[in-house]
């Protein structure tokens, strides 16, 4: 049975993390966040290389999530063949901290498991 979302995520205290994880939540997103952050500004063909198992159209619809919560800004230049520029927005960059710390818990959390300590 898939799980239903709290609408206004006022339950409980641990309710917060829960809406942050309904924004920046999913298998492609962090990883789009991290690459956004590190790198500045990307186009989707870089995010598709960097990303090589996603398909394009979840990959066009975990942008289009970050974009429709204001974290990340699309630009689109009137060219042949068009191009489009993906970069955080400045209410996106309030993540950079918490993505930070989702790196270094990530990065201790493979050292364990490659030692067998999890």
């Known amino acids: 049975m898939p799980r239903t979302p709290h609408p206004s995520y006022d339950c409980a205290e641990g309710c917060s993390v829960e809406a942050a994880l309904s924004v920046i939540g999913g298998k492609w997103k962090g990883t789009i966040l991290y690459r956004l952050h590190t790198d500045g ?14 398909s394009q159209r979840t990959l066009t619809a975990q942008l ?5 919560d204001g974290i990340i800004s ?14 955080l927005t400045d209410y ?3 993540l950079a ?18 030692a ?3």
């Open 92 to 94: 996106g960059k309030t």
């Open 64 to 68: 289009r999530a970050l974009e429709a």
């Open 74 to 87: 699309r630009t689109v230049y009137p060219e042949v063949p068009p191009r489009v520029e993906y970069r």
């Open 97 to 114: 901290p918490v993505l930070t710390a989702l790196k270094a818990w990530g990065d201790g959390l493979k050292e364990n498991r490659a």
């Open 41 to 54: 500004t990307l186009r989707f063909n870089q995010i598709r290389r960097i990303l090589p198992d996603v």
């Open 116 to 118: 067998g300590k999890v």
